[in-house]
């Protein structure tokens, strides 16, 4: 079984600042890596899939990288609306989540 | 608009059984493969099942296989989880999702529903 971790598990950040949310893959997953956001009481909502293709209607200070075993997602310049936990998850043999990272208010 | 509404859940006994339903409108049902994921009250997501298009093939994590059983009926739009023999760590909010269709064979969940609580206890 494929095991995905993330780091950091709780990050404290302000609105403006460049965050960044690692993701680490057991073995390799190719591009196979997807990003979702969650607030609390909601669904899922999928950002990013293929390792760094943006969802239509994801804001563009999303961003997705890597290949591989290691992967990050980064907000450009942190905003109110993106208060939330963010999970990474590889679909390349079934399916694994990250046990979260929860990005929250300085 | 894609719109999936779960629907099922409520309190079991350990042991009991529970079927879940899923009601999918706004897409094409049948040419997109289901899924099914949950999540333990203040924890993370994890996998559940997941159905073919055609729903020919199933695939299950392994704390459920062999007691829960995905199906859906494609001519009613709706996707099904029967929970069998179920116990206390399965008591979890329940969501369906469905497939991106960007590539076959791996697939990424881009809509989900609001999702359905479960709760095992006596």
């Known amino acids: 079984d494929i095991q995905m971790t993330q780091s950091p598990s709780t990050l404290s950040a302000s609105v403006g600042d460049r965050v960044t949310i690692t993701c680490r893959a057991s073995q390799s997953i190719s591009s196979w890596l997807a990003w979702y956001q969650q607030k609390p009481g909601k669904a899922p909502k999928l950002l990013i899939h293929k390792a760094s293709s943006l969802e239509s209607g994801v804001p563009s200070r999303f961003s997705g990288s890597g290949s591989g075993t290691e992967f990050t997602l980064t907000i450009s310049s942190l905003q109110p609306d993106d208060f939330a936990t963010y999970y990474c998850?590889?679909?390349?043999?079934?399916?694994?989540f990250g046990q979260g990272t929860k990005v929250e208010i300085k | 608009e894609v719109q999936l509404l779960e629907s099922g859940g409520g309190l079991v006994q350990p042991g009991g059984s529970l079927r879940l339903s899923c009601a999918a409108s706004?897409?094409?049902?049948?040419?997109?493969?289901m899924t099914w994921v949950r999540q333990a009250p203040g924890k993370g997501l994890e996998w559940v099942s997941l159905?073919?298009?055609?729903?020919?093939?199933?695939y299950y994590a392994d704390s459920v296989k062999g007691r829960f059983t995905i199906s859906r009926d494609n001519s009613k739009n709706t996707l099904y989880l029967q929970m069998n023999s179920l116990r206390g760590e399965d008591t979890a909010r329940y969501y369906c999702a469905k497939d991106g269709g960007y590539t076959y064979g791996h697939e990424v969940f881009d809509y989900w529903g609001q999702g359905t609580l479960v709760t095992v206890s006596s």
């Open positions: 159905i073919s298009d055609s729903g020919s093939s199933a």
């Open positions: 998850q590889q679909y390349n043999s079934y399916w694994t």
């Open positions: 706004g897409f094409t049902f049948s040419s997109y493969a």
